[in-house]
């Protein structure tokens, strides 16, 4: 079974970046970024495919980047002008031909343990 690796979480203050990585086991194709913060549902971030077109959710608004090294197996999330609600616990993902654009977190079957962002005001 393919296995995620995810790093590059950490603290940092409002209007600072991060960039997340997530390290695949084997080649992918369709992937996905997701977050989850305590209490609240897991909700899509960005999404990837083979091609490499791109799908953000709307309260990413131009803020992050999602991008892959198909050599290297690695998926990014450049994240730039952080807030404090961006703050949670990221997670990626590998996702379907068929529905991957919708980042909808069922419908991606496999996923990493995550690595936590936050955000102080």
């Known amino acids: 079974q393919v296995q995620l690796v995810e790093s590059g979480g950490g603290s940092v203050q409002a209007g600072g970046s991060l960039r997340l990585s997530c390290v695949a086991s084997?080649?992918?194709?369709?992937m996905g970024w997701f977050r989850q913060v305590p209490g609240k549902e897991r909700e899509g971030v960005a999404g990837?495919?083979?091609?490499?077109?791109?799908t953000y959710a709307p309260f990413v608004k131009g803020r992050f980047t999602i991008s892959r090294d198909n050599a290297r197996k690695t998926l990014y999330l450049q994240m730039n002008s952080l807030k404090p609600e961006d703050t949670g616990m990221y997670y990626c993902?590998?996702?379907?031909?068929?529905?991957?654009?919708?980042?909808?977190?069922?419908?991606?079957?496999?996923w990493g343990q995550g690595t936590q962002v936050t955000v102080s005001s």
């Open positions: 993902a590998i996702g379907y031909a068929d529905s991957w654009s919708r980042l909808i977190p069922g419908d991606y079957p496999y």
């Open positions: 084997e080649a992918t194709s369709y």
């Open positions: 990837i495919c083979r091609a490499d077109m791109v």
